[in-house]
């Protein structure tokens, strides 16, 4: 693993050893598993595994968290923004939209948009300020948007077994 910048991380998925693979899908199915009870499944020492999820957090690599469900918490309208900002201002723009609170999935693009974002608001009407007011008047360098509310969603998941066998699949 090599730290390109601030918060992002450029990995080779084989750099993973197969204990840290197991101790990942492990932990997608519970992260409030006791590192005893994974030491025993894995069959390998707690200490071990305390060792190994320490690294793998420390290093940015993994995150343990709590996932919710939008709509049971409240959350009116989740939107896909895609935002075109002036050449030159795009790292920028996205460090400031990242800062906003109800934003919670910056990613850099490269083709028709430059930066996509989603975004969480109480109601449509909260969700036109952001996009007509906020947004602009935070981020001067943003030239236009395009905006995609979500209506139902299919499939919200994180399965690091299915991408572990893709990526030794490819190899």
Not at 25 to 38: A, F, K, N, Q
Not at 125 to 154: D, Y
Not at 155 to 169: Q, V
């Amino acid at each position: 693993m090599s730290v390109a910048k601030k918060g992002e991380y450029v990995m080779n998925p084989g750099a993973l050893d197969p204990l840290d693979r197991r101790i990942i899908i492990s932990l997608e199915r519970d992260g409030r598993r006791p590192y005893r009870e994974i030491a025993r499944e894995l069959d390998v020492s707690e200490g071990t595994i305390r060792q190994r999820v320490n690294r793998l957090t420390k290093q940015g690599i993994i995150t343990i968290t709590a996932v919710g469900n939008f709509l049971a918490l409240g959350v009116g309208v989740v939107a896909m923004v895609m935002v075109r900002v002036k050449p030159g201002h795009v790292e920028q723009t996205a460090e400031i939209l990242a800062g906003f609170p109800n934003i919670r999935f910056v990613s850099i693009t490269f083709g028709s948009t430059d930066i996509i974002i989603q975004a969480l608001h109480s109601s449509p009407q909260s969700m036109h300020k952001f996009v007509s007011q906020e947004m602009p008047r935070a981020a001067a360098a943003i030239t236009g948007t395009e905006t995609f509310q979500l209506v139902s969603t299919l499939k919200s998941t994180w399965n690091w077994s299915a991408w572990f066998e893709l990526s030794d699949d490819a190899d």
